[in-house]
């Protein structure tokens, strides 16, 4: 009888086990909406030990990055308050390519980065931080000037497309998806997503990587380069939050037109326009000056064209990209255009050094230098960080709409809810601006959060700020609120969670 009880409970808390996989392993696009993201190059970040000695001689090689060197600086993640992160993709690359892009064998994990276990233990660390992990997808094509029989398992001429051209080289390509779709970028060999063994081996690697490894959500690379019908079937197994990037060129009204239909196979994408226009409207210099008239009626645009923006990834760098600040050399600039992309319509992706101004251009691979040994939490946008990911989360700004109150040439502020955002193109002339529109009630007051001492209020149904470059959030001074914002606690959530996990369990057995 003993036995059997044993048993018994050994079989209830397997079934426990696969029921909370089942229910709670996935997260939906509307949990996805408050997280924000610090993408990471895994060989860039952190070694295992860090005095370990560094591995390269130049930045186009393998440097010494480790899933353990990750783990092991969680909390300087966390600090700035970021709640998920984006790894370089983990798969067996050929012996060069330190970015991971290359990949020679889907099934093995990359051995510079550490193994199967130090994979896993980073997520599960990461979770425990309440931390969530994206996986980079490349299920586009496989690593160049190889021999197509050594990768594992797409061995065979079939599995790929006969290229006619490269889809960097043609401009006749930019808006042809049937070209785009079959063209080998620089060369590297283009899986043929038709052949129906490809199609369903790369939809069983997802579901079992996602499954092993336990992640949070998938990001897709090459997006124009793969058929969308394919993207569907790919999102559906994933059965996680999905994000696309579409990389166009430009902020122009055709690249903008070309993205709209992604909509429709993945949860979200980057917002690739977006991503020109900041750079482009919040530097200011001898030679150029940014414009936030012209911001406002590129965001007026778009708004027309992205039906669930709140899903989108926005950022201001990649791993593709020069820095902001090669391109913008100001840190002022660095620093409204940090506070727009958080608090604009979207999911907010931060790419690794940006918080240390690191400033590399995109030749020699400079955009994709070493963090090691630069981890300082003292740094200005280290500290504007923390507070920005705080107030976004504590004020819940991504359950409110966007709603743009004021512009001029310099100046753009808007609102999420009760928090008010004052940001500009860096020009540090003091301004004086009025708000008559402001959503707010006479008497309210509201307080900087990037200076606690600057607080404005509601007096006539009018708001007066002074603004001087810098940007500044206002927030509403409630009882829950006064003083600081303080972001619900990692053991809260996992609780929540976790009851809500059980509550479905139990209903399965009653």
């Keep these: 009888m003993k036995l059997l009880y044993l048993f018994s409970l050994s079989i209830f808390f397997k079934i426990l086990f696969f029921s909370n996989y089942v229910f709670c392993a996935s997260h939906s696009k509307e949990e996805w909406k408050s997280r924000s993201i610090y993408q990471i190059l895994t060989d860039r970040f952190a070694l295992t030990n860090d005095n370990d000695k560094i591995q390269c001689s130049a930045l186009n090689v393998y440097c010494g990055g480790t899933f353990q060197g990750i ?71 496989m690593a160049w000037g190889l021999d197509i029989s050594t990768f594992i398992p797409f061995n065979k001429d079939e599995y790929y497309h006969t290229y006619f051209t490269e889809c960097n080289k043609k401009d006749e390509l930019k808006y042809n998806s049937t070209l785009n779709e079959n063209c080998s970028i620089y060369g590297l060999p283009d899986l043929k997503q038709e052949n129906e063994y490809v199609n369903k081996t790369l939809i069983e690697w997802l579901k079992n990587t996602i499954k092993t490894y336990d992640f949070d959500g998938v990001r897709y690379a090459d997006v ?42 993945m949860d979200g994408i980057g917002n690739y326009p977006l991503f020109h226009k900041i750079r482009e409207n919040f530097c ?114 991504y359950d409110y709409d966007f709603v743009r109150r004021y512009h001029d040439n310099n100046h753009y502020v808007f609102t999420r809810g009760n928090v008010l955002i004052c940001v500009g193109n860096g020009v540090d002339t003091p301004s004086n601006i009025v708000l008559y529109r402001h959503g707010f009630k006479e008497g309210d007051k509201l307080c900087n959060a990037l200076a606690l001492d600057d607080c404005v209020k509601v007096v006539n149904n009018e708001i007066q700020i ?3 470059g810098e940007p500044k959030i206002y927030v509403k001074q409630t009882s829950a609120n006064n003083g600081r914002s303080i972001t619900q606690s990692s053991k809260g959530y996992f609780l929540k969670e976790y009851s809500l996990c059980l509550f479905l369990i139990l209903l399965i057995f009653m």
């Design 284 to 397: 200011s210099s001898k030679s150029k000056k940014g414009s936030m008239i012209e911001l406002n009626k590129f965001i007026q645009n778009l708004q027309t064209h992205f039906l669930e923006p709140q899903y989108m990834g926005i950022w201001l760098g990649n791993h593709d990209k020069e820095r902001f600040l090669n391109q913008c050399p100001q840190n002022i600039s660095l620093r409204n255009a940090i506070t727009f992309t958080f608090f604009f319509e979207g999911i907010p992706i931060f790419y690794y050094g940006d918080e240390q101004y690191f400033d590399g251009p995109n030749e020699n691979e400079g955009h994709r230098e070493m963090l090691f040994g630069k981890y300082d939490t003292n740094s200005e946008i280290y500290k504007l960080l923390k507070i920005i990911n705080d107030v976004r989360k504590s004020e819940k700004i």
């Design 466 to 468: 002074l603004l001087q």
């Design 71 to 141: 783990k092991k600086h969680l909390d300087y993640i966390k600090g700035m308050g970021f709640d998920a992160i984006w790894i370089s993709p983990p798969l067996k690359n050929r012996q060069d390519s330190f970015h991971g892009y290359h990949i020679i064998d889907i099934n093995s994990i990359n051995e510079h980065f550490g193994t199967a276990q130090d994979l896993k233990d980073l997520i599960k660390a990461c979770h425990e931080k309440d931390i969530w992990v994206i996986l980079d997808a490349v299920p586009n094509h």
């Design 224 to 265: 124009p380069n793969v058929p969308k019908w394919f993207w569907g079937n790919f999102t559906v197994a994933a059965n996680t939050y999905t994000l696309g990037i579409v990389g166009v060129d430009s902020a122009d009204e055709d690249d903008v037109n070309f993205m709209v239909d992604y909509q429709n196979y």
